[in-house]
């Protein structure tokens, strides 16, 4: 059994697919804890509804990056993660944090990465003229929206879009490609070779993940 703790800060829609594949598909894997930095974040009610423990580190209540991320980790490891899914949260972490969380950490980013880090992805995907946007999982690593790429997803973006019109395009991808690169993690299927991710196509016998080097 792996311990998946998620991390959001407003709706949750991911966390809610991955949550929801979790159980319809009965992953060897249950949600540790839901965490978010702001107290208001909608998921966190969804979260609790299932029974899923719920914790808040409110980011605001913090005079430092550096000491939220030290209570941020210390409440995450209180639940024993084996994976730390990102999902939808608004915070640039601290390299401490990402280091300790090397390799058993994922984000979700609405664009096509290396294409348009950072925020407002579907506007500059619009403003760009690029005929296709999309998303990315990635392993998180300290420089933003650039760690390994697990998978991603495309939609066209076509002739007349807004920015709600192609993010909602784009979600609908997101709540396919997150739960897929969960399950690949669950079932020890996913290594960093290189700073690259290479798919296993049968499960890794021991079951976690092989950091060759990263
Ligand atoms: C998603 O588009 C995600 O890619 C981005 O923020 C949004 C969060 O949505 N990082 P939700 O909270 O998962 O509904």
Do not use: C
Request: aromatic residues 6%; charged residues 20%.
């Amino acid at each position: 059994m792996k311990n998946i703790v998620i991390l959001i800060s407003g709706r949750g829609s991911n966390m809610e697919a991955v949550v929801r594949a979790a159980e319809s598909q009965k992953w060897p894997a249950r949600i540790a804890a839901v965490i978010s930095n702001k107290p208001e974040a909608g998921g966190l009610a969804f979260a609790a509804a299932r029974g899923i423990p719920t914790a808040v580190v409110a980011n605001k209540e913090f005079a430092t990056r550096a000491e939220f991320d030290a209570k941020l980790q210390e409440t995450i490891d209180g639940f024993a993660p084996d994976l730390v899914v990102l999902a939808g949260f608004m915070r640039i972490l601290t390299a401490p944090f990402v280091e300790h969380y090397a390799g058993r950490m994922m984000n979700i980013h609405p664009s096509l990465l290396p294409l348009f880090p950072g925020l407002g992805t579907h506007q500059q995907a619009i403003d760009a003229g690029v005929t296709e946007h999309g998303a990315t999982v990635h392993f998180v690593t300290a420089e933003l929206d650039h760690g390994p790429a697990v998978l991603q997803a495309r939609v066209p973006v076509l002739p007349g879009d807004t920015e709600e019109t192609l993010s909602a395009r784009v979600l609908v991808e997101e709540h396919k490609i997150y739960p897929r690169a969960v399950q690949l993690f669950v079932e020890g299927r996913l290594v960093i070779e290189d700073g690259a991710v290479r798919i296993l196509e049968h499960a890794d016998v021991s079951g976690a993940l092989d950091t060759i080097s990263s």
